[in-house]
């Protein structure tokens, strides 16, 4: 089991950035698949970003694409979002959340084990 704690949200102004960081607890950090999921007031969760445990391949919604990086560091058991070129649509809570399965799924139902959110809002 893994527990996650994310930190690193603000408010910034539009075509900033920031860098999301997702610390994990357990001392099997390495076999997790981990993602980085977004929910905007009214809307669903949606799938932002993915890196497998197996071989470190990472997957963006086309959202994000070319904007944001997902990253971890194994030594610090800590998943990253470095989101750069924010855009006022990027405003939601982001969750960091981990399966054990090596391969990545867009939906929600897929990861048993989440983190608290933390909020990021980008100003106009």
Request: glycine share 10%; with cysteine.
């Amino acid at each position: 089991q893994v527990q996650l704690v994310e930190s690193g949200g603000g408010l910034v102004e539009a075509g900033g950035s920031l860098r999301l960081s997702c610390a994990a607890s357990g001392r099997t950090f390495g076999r997790y698949s981990m993602v980085w999921f977004r929910q905007a007031p009214g809307k669903e969760r949606e799938f932002v970003a993915g890196i497998r445990w197996s071989n470190d391949n990472t997957y963006y919604s086309d959202s994000v694409k070319g904007r944001f990086t997902i990253s971890r560091d194994y030594s610090q058991n800590t998943l990253y979002l470095q989101m750069n070129s924010l855009k006022p649509e990027d405003t939601a809570v982001y969750y960091c959340a981990a399966r054990t399965m090596a391969t990545i799924e867009y939906t929600r139902d897929w990861y048993p084990y989440w983190g608290q959110g933390t909020q990021v809002t980008v100003s106009s």
